[in-house]
């Protein structure tokens, strides 16, 4: 077998909860630490690469414990006994395989009915630009070869190839395609590296201009929208973040800045000699054509007073409609950092608070809608169909103008959940609309909205969605500007090397699949590029009716939820004509961070199977984990838009259906129940995930459920499974660190729990090691063992924290504490109020009237096997 990287150069083109004391009763003195007590020795370094992380989620194995276990960490399962020293070293596999493609089900049933019965949707998570370095080949330096219209699905190792007649047949659409001259030297011992069967995913860097001369990649553009209605304080912390990502930037990057309170300041950089800017309005709204005109971007120069007459260069290309001389804007408003960091330098110096006057009982006048779209403008006519983002630093609501959601007055409070449900928010479906035109301006233009928001009260985020999500903007959600969360988050977005996002610009993903399979939707950041074909399904699931998306912004974390539906034809579902194997083709072209452009194609094959006779086969190619997120943003989406969606019980219903069809009982005998180790984790995370706030939003405002949901459909199904099920790692002296059940019976006197819930990121120390702290026996010399313990959790956290985006709340509080509600709130009530003579000492209860985990599968046993 050939090493298709060699082959590369080879080949011819070269190219809720609060807790309580268990007893409430006075605990004794604790003991001192014994520091002649043996203890198990630190691990090696060896160990410590297999011990189980908190980050990683490997497939779960089969499990010998009870039908439905404790509630517990599902990675229990596959936690081995022994590490096998062969392996010691070696990295955790990618969970989602080479292609970052991840399905619900890796076998397809023949029929709509069989689908149906399967309960769970047919859906594929996929990731369209993740890890290259996991890929079997380098980028190759050619362009790919399509099959003819209207398939025009890509070359891939699926195609047979007749190498005499130099023909390949898609595998898709069985058309036959000749392949072109510069192919020529192909042959069974020279094959191109989309032919070799591990390049099943294979990225091409697309050719631009004069071979010879390729012209030099388009420059990152930021263009920062920063809120002054905010208090001195927090104004600073904003300022020191900016001066931080300034000099992260690359020398070459265009950077631009608007500033807003109660009017809009757009600051022309370009104009060195002293400080100039542009004031619109905070009242109201304006077009597009309206904000170039007074830049004096407009078709004829500015035909207004007091700016000058711009001239136009003789058959210049028009431009969104205008045709100002060439990088005319660019050079006022947006400047390379080499040429503008001193000037931006001076400008935050300068910056100080809106100094508009905020009368007594009113909030203060926030023209954000203004902003954005004066900034989207601005990109609009300066750097159309390059990729650009709008960083949006946000402190508060929006109080006048466009997208306002809440009056001045302070009487009036922010619209929630019950305002929403009632129709109770006179501004909610106004700020909508004026976001849905701005997200469709952006997609346009190729431009991506970015919103940082720090703040203790809401800022809009849930009017503010649908342009984030819709340009596949990053989004953070903080209470100041100077919490970790906020100043780590906004670092990582311009840092490089290991800690990089890999923010690419401009992609678009194209789905081509067998004739039997249609396309329902997408989930995900993405917009409807509307190519409606034989392929687009009846039923629309999301973003539907085509099988086209853009993506403006993407990044090596960015997953879609592709939805499929069965429809064979008359002609499939005859004997002899039906083919065992069906072919799914995802084609990403973007925008790379180093400039180029790139289409990145991911094939895979699956067998159709008879789901009425052959359920074995449904079974074994069932991804419980995957199948969890999918439903949780299923029904994310039905909540959001159907207003009478009942979500918890929409959720029991169809995981009765499922266990009732797969599982192994006797009917109406509950005791005789079983499920398969593909499903036995299954009921676990359904539990968890009608607890969740996805599902549960009392006590969450309209933007952290807004926030939550966005950072779901976004994220790998390996972050997403954290947010629905949180893993729980326990730390004493009397083992090493290993992953426990995620109960409240996990807690106990004498150990540290660090809780992974994706959003926060818990240290809980027992009562015991609480005291022993306090009393300060981590400082005395004698007691180091005790001091590592201490130390270990924080370490774990760390790098949790280090490797993902946006940066968790990292909280470390005491049993009985008031921050332990961070941990209770996510732990099965096996222990409650109810039950707390049967507590053991130096544990804990839960005050909840919620079932338990073990009453949740006692009612689901009963009700599947029921006639």
């Excluded at 180093?594 to 052959?614: A, L, P, Y």
Aim: hydrophobic fraction near 35%; glycine fraction near 6%.
């Amino acid at each position: 077998m050939h090493d298709p990287r060699d082959l590369i150069h080879r080949f011819s083109l070269n190219t809720s909860a609060v807790s309580a004391s268990a007893a409430s009763s006075a605990s004794p003195s604790p003991k001192c630490p014994n520091p002649n007590r043996k203890t198990k020795p630190k691990p090696t370094p060896t160990q410590q690469n297999t011990k189980p992380r908190a980050r990683e989620t490997p497939r779960p194995g089969t499990r010998t414990s009870p039908i439905f276990p404790q509630i517990s960490d599902h990675r229990i399962a596959s936690t081995p006994m022994a590490a096998d020293p062969s392996t010691a070293g070696a990295a955790a596999p990618d969970p989602d395989g080479p292609d970052a493609v991840r399905l619900t089900w890796n076998a397809f049933p023949r029929s709509k009915v069989e689908a149906s019965r399967c309960v769970v949707p047919l859906a594929a998570a996929i990731s369209p630009v993740r890890s290259p370095e996991s890929l079997a080949s380098p980028p190759l330096p050619y362009p790919p070869l399509r099959c003819k219209p209207p398939c025009s699905a890509l070359l891939n190792p699926f195609a047979r190839v007749d190498f005499a007649a130099k023909i390949w047949i898609c595998p898709i659409c069985y058309s036959r395609n000749h392949f072109p001259p510069h192919y020529s030297a192909i042959s069974e011992a020279n094959v191109p590296a989309e032919l070799f069967p591990q390049c099943s995913t294979i990225e091409y860097i697309v050719p631009t201009g004069v071979p010879g001369s390729q012209p030099a990649p388009p420059p990152p553009v930021f263009l920062f929208v920063i809120d002054t209605c905010v208090i001195e304080e927090e104004l600073e912390y904003v300022k020191m973040s900016m001066r931080k990502a300034v000099a992260l930037l690359p020398e070459h990057a265009l950077v631009g800045l608007v500033t807003f309170g109660t009017q809009v300041h757009l600051h022309e950089l370009g104009f060195s000699d002293l400080s100039k800017l542009y004031v619109f309005r905070g009242t109201k709204e304006m077009s597009k054509e309206q904000i170039l005109d007074q830049l004096g971007l407009a078709g004829a120069g500015a035909g207004r007073p007091g700016f000058p007459k711009m001239p136009q260069q003789p058959g210049a290309p028009q431009i969104n409609g205008m045709h100002p001389p060439a990088n005319a804007g660019v050079s006022r408003f947006l400047l390379p950092v080499s040429e503008c960091e001193c000037t931006l330098s001076t400008l935050l110096d300068e910056l100080q608070p809106d100094q508009w006057p905020v009368e007594t009982g009113n909030r203060a006048i926030r023209c954000t809608g203004v902003a954005l779209s004066v900034a989207a403008g601005l990109l609009g006519a300066c750097m159309p169909g390059t990729g650009a983002r709008i960083i949006a630093l946000l402190g508060g609501p929006c109080t006048e103008g466009p997208g306002m959601i809440v009056s001045k007055d302070l009487s009036e409070p922010v619209r929630s959940h019950k305002d929403l449900d009632k129709d109770a928010a006179p501004h909610f479906q106004k700020a909508v609309k004026f976001y849905d035109g701005l997200a469709k301006q952006l997609v346009s233009q190729g431009h991506v909205l970015d919103v940082f928001a720090s703040a203790l009260d809401q800022v809009g985020l849930a009017e503010m969605k649908v342009a984030i999500e819709r340009t596949g903007g990053l989004v953070v959600l903080s209470e100041s500007f100077g919490h970790s969360v906020f100043k780590d988050s906004f670092k990582r977005i311009f840092e490089g090397g290991e800690q990089s996002l890999d923010l690419s610009f401009n992609g678009t993903l194209e789905i081509n699949c067998s004739k039997d399979i249609k396309v329902q939707g997408i989930i995900g950041p993405c917009t409807s590029l509307e190519k409606k074909g034989a392929l687009c399904a009846d039923t629309v699931v999301g973003q539907g009716n085509t099988t086209a998306w853009k993506m403006c912004g993407l990044d090596r974390n960015t997953s879609l939820t592709v939805f499929f539906d069965v429809s064979p034809s008359e002609r499939s579902s005859q004997p002899g004509h039906q083919n065992p194997d069906l072919y799914i083709q995802f084609v990403t072209s973007y925008q790379h961070p180093e400039g180029q452009m790139r289409i990145r194609v991911t094939t895979i094959c699956r067998k159709w199977v008879d789901g009425s006779t052959n359920t074995e086969e449904l079974v074994e190619g069932f991804d419980q984990e995957t199948a969890a997120v999918v439903l949780a943003r299923y029904i994310s989406l039905k909540m959001e838009m159907e207003e009478e969606f009942d979500a918890t019980r929409w959720l029991d219903r169809s995981l009765i259906r499922l266990c009732s069809r797969f599982g192994d009982y006797r009917k109406d005998d509950p005791s005789s129940f079983s499920l398969h180790s593909n499903f036995s984790l299954f009921p676990q995370f359904m539990f968890n995930l009608r607890r969740s706030q996805f599902v549960q939003v009392f006590n969450n405002s309209p933007d952290e459920t807004a926030y939550f949901r966005m950072l779901l459909n976004r994220e790998s199904i390996t972050n997403s499974v954290a947010m629905i099920q949180p893993s729980l790692i326990s730390f004493s002296f009397d083992s090493p660190p290993s992953p426990v059940f995620l109960d409240v019976a996990s807690i106990a006197a004498d150990r540290i729990l660090l809780l992974d819930a994706y959003f926060s990121v818990v240290i809980f120390h027992g009562m015991t090691i609480a005291q022993w702290r306090n009393m300060g026996y981590q400082n005395q010399p004698e007691h180091q063992q005790f001091a590592q313990l201490l130390q270990a959790p924080h370490e774990e956290a760390q790098i949790i924290i280090k490797g993902r985006f946006p940066v968790p709340r990292l909280v470390v509080c005491d049993q009985h504490g008031s921050q332990a509600r961070f941990l209770l709130a996510k732990l099965n009530p096996s222990a409650t109020y109810n039950s707390a003579h049967d507590v053991p000492p130096g544990s804990d209860i839960i005050f909840t009237d919620d079932v338990s985990f073990q009453v949740f599968c006692e009612h689901l046993q009963r009700l599947a096997v029921q006639s």
